[in-house]
């Protein structure tokens, strides 16, 4: 079982809000990843970081913000949440050799009123 | 375009049962192919990988193959279980970049009934 951590797995917050999504891993990798995903479609890469202060943005415009201080820990952050953050938010990360597998934390729901 | 394309959308079985599950795609240059397996609410949970020299992985009664000329993929699951029950989605890495940009296809509901 992969050692990735996502919380709050659960968040309903009101529009306006700022709101951290944690993600930390136990694994050492250098290499993590933040995906968006909606229900009956596909994962999105919306942030990437290949080490500590490495980060880049995704495939797919977010407003969301991250932030690489420590080898392990990935956070994302919304400034102002809306409605349209509304989504399922999943974290991952990969080691530095072989193929490029990733590890899946168990995700974060967002709704936002 | 790359692009990854999954069939069926769903699927029920009943328990005991095989099922095979497609995987059709158009990404290039490619390097590799992966089957991950999403319980609902959870996050993925990789399956197999394999890459352009491979043709057939297994995993336990997971069973994937990969046709690189003609761009398939497909995902055998034999005794089907109750806890099969989930999304099965296939990915696609291609070697065009030092990322090795990865494309998720939309996946396939799985659904074993007793």
């Known amino acids: 079982e992969a050692d990735i951590y996502q919380t709050p797995r659960y968040l309903v917050i009101g529009t306006g809000k700022k709101i951290t999504l944690e993600c930390s891993q136990t694994?050492?990798?250098?290499?993590m990843y933040w995906y968006q995903q909606d229900p009956g479609m596909e994962l999105h890469l919306i942030h990437y970081?290949?080490?500590?202060?490495?980060?880049e943005k995704g495939d797919l415009s977010s407003e969301s913000t991250v932030s690489r201080i420590r080898t392990e820990h990935f956070p994302l952050t919304l400034e102002s949440a809306r409605p349209s953050h509304t989504s399922q938010y999943l974290c991952?990360?990969?080691?530095?050799?072989?193929?490029?597998?990733?590890?899946f934390g168990e995700g974060s729901r967002l709704t936002v009123l | 375009k790359n692009q990854v394309e999954q069939s069926p959308q769903s699927l029920i079985i009943l328990e005991g049962k095989n099922c095979t599950l497609q995987?059709?795609?158009?990404?290039?240059?490619?390097?590799?192919l992966r089957w991950y397996k999403q319980d609902t609410g959870r996050g993925p949970v990789s399956l197999t990988i394999m890459t352009f020299s491979e043709n057939t992985k297994s995993n336990g009664r997971y069973t994937a193959t990969l046709d690189a000329d003609t761009k398939q993929s497909s995902l055998h699951i034999t005794a089907s279980q109750l806890s099969d029950s989930a999304s099965y989605i296939c990915?696609?890495?291609?070697?065009?970049?030092?990322?090795?940009?990865?494309?998720f296809g939309r996946g396939t509901q799985l659904t074993v009934w007793p």
């Open positions: 995987c059709n795609y158009t990404v290039s240059p490619f390097s590799n």
């Open positions: 694994m050492g990798h250098d290499k």
């Open positions: 990915v696609v890495g291609d070697r065009g970049s030092t990322l090795g940009r990865l494309y």
């Open positions: 970081s290949y080490g500590v202060n490495s980060t």
């Open positions: 991952a990360s990969s080691p530095p050799n072989g193929t490029g597998e990733l590890f």
